[in-house]
């Protein structure tokens, strides 16, 4: 059995969701693990796995919209720490534990460090979508998409296999990438969906334009989380942070409205919910998500929140759910098995795929 070390990005839930999924089963398989990770990602996984608390970046935001200069002096911030980190996580990590590879969900510190000590490096994140799929982009974002490909390859230099997860299966660019469907945690997959009679409408951040325009819709029932409140303004409801109680109210709604995050789409779409996408501007991968997610005709991609956007999506709910039922159900086995092959006899597939990169 393998020494794995595996990095797991901080940022949100989705990462460490996905990873606790992954990280379960590789320890049930009989490997030795150590995490690392920050943020939520840390406080998600330290209660089950041995994870080391490293430093991250993070992405600042205002009114739906990335704001470059939070981002910037957050993230700079950070640096000194962040270096200091880095050092004990090599000692702690890498020197004491001698990994025989290294698994990353878009954690950049253990994927430089596997190739300092030149470790075989696999990747399991929906990121490397961007870098190593032939997809179509957003018309006006095509720039963006070249910038945020440089970024993906910065963060993650040299992967030698990349499991990537998706809900749009476009061409692969090279022999190490192997698509999957989206890694759904376990509450989800159990859960059967109704349709009820709300509208679920998720925030990560301010935005009063979107809910003034929820009042032109009397006879609609809107359920909003993300302010962390319990009261009733209008036609909205809004919820306090509850993850149980969120994927209640997620299974038994008619439909969703929210930002473009991967995680809260892949969840709806197995859930086989209509989806009314409002990705934050200046975050590409949300961008694309929502754009994606329209082209395959689960739902709608709005840019600019109106009463006639919404009006429009809703009028149209019934023909997105039609389109959902074609929507391929998340299945972990396949990603499972490729890893198990990977890393079978103390990783010989993937140092194969390693040597051959040198």
């Not at 590879?101 to 470790?119: G, K």
């Amino acid at each position: 059995m393998a020494r794995i070390v595996y990095g797991v990005s901080g940022e949100g839930s989705g990462h460490s969701s996905r990873a606790r999924e992954i990280a379960s089963h590789l320890r049930d398989r009989g490997h030795t693990l150590w995490l690392a990770s920050y943020d939520r990602g840390y406080q998600n996984l330290k209660a089950d796995f041995d994870v080391f608390e490293t430093e991250g970046l993070c992405i600042a935001s205002e009114d739906n919209k990335v704001s470059v200069v939070k981002t910037f002096t957050e993230n700079i911030r950070r640096l000194p720490d962040g270096f200091k980190n880095l050092q004990q996580l090599r000692r702690k990590l890498f020197d004491e534990f001698r990994p025989d590879c290294v698994i990353t969900d878009f954690e950049p510190m253990t994927a430089y460090l596997a190739n300092h000590y030149s470790l075989p490096l696999v990747t399991i994140d929906n990121q490397h979508r961007m870098r190593y799929l032939k997809y179509e982009a957003p018309p006006h974002l095509k720039v963006d998409a070249r910038v945020t490909k440089t970024i993906i390859r910065a963060m993650v230099p040299r992967p030698d296999v990349s499991l990537v997860t998706t809900f749009s299966f476009d061409d692969i660019t090279n022999d190490r990438t192997f698509l999957f469907p989206p890694i759904l945690r376990h509450e989800v997959l159990d859960r059967q969906p109704v349709d009820g009679p709300h509208i679920l409408v998720y925030l990560t951040s301010g935005s009063e334009s979107l809910l003034n325009e929820l009042n032109h819709f009397p006879r609609e029932s809107f359920l909003v989380y993300g302010y962390d409140r319990s009261d009733q303004v209008g036609t909205a409801t809004f919820k306090p942070f509850s993850s149980d109680g969120f994927l209640r109210d997620l299974a038994s709604a008619k439909a969703v409205m929210a930002t473009a995050g991967f995680t809260l789409i892949s969840e709806s779409l197995h859930l086989r919910k209509p989806y009314m996408a409002m990705p934050m501007r200046g975050q590409y991968e949300q961008e694309l998500n929502a754009f994606q997610l329209e082209r395959l005709g689960y739902g709608k991609n709005v840019s600019d929140v109106t009463a006639e956007a919404i009006g429009d999506f809703l009028y149209h709910t019934a023909d997105y759910r039609e389109r959902l039922q074609t929507y391929e159900a998340a299945n972990h086995h396949a990603i499972k098995s490729k890893l198990d092959e990977l890393l079978e006899n103390n990783c010989a597939l993937v140092r194969q795929f390693h040597e051959l990169r040198k």
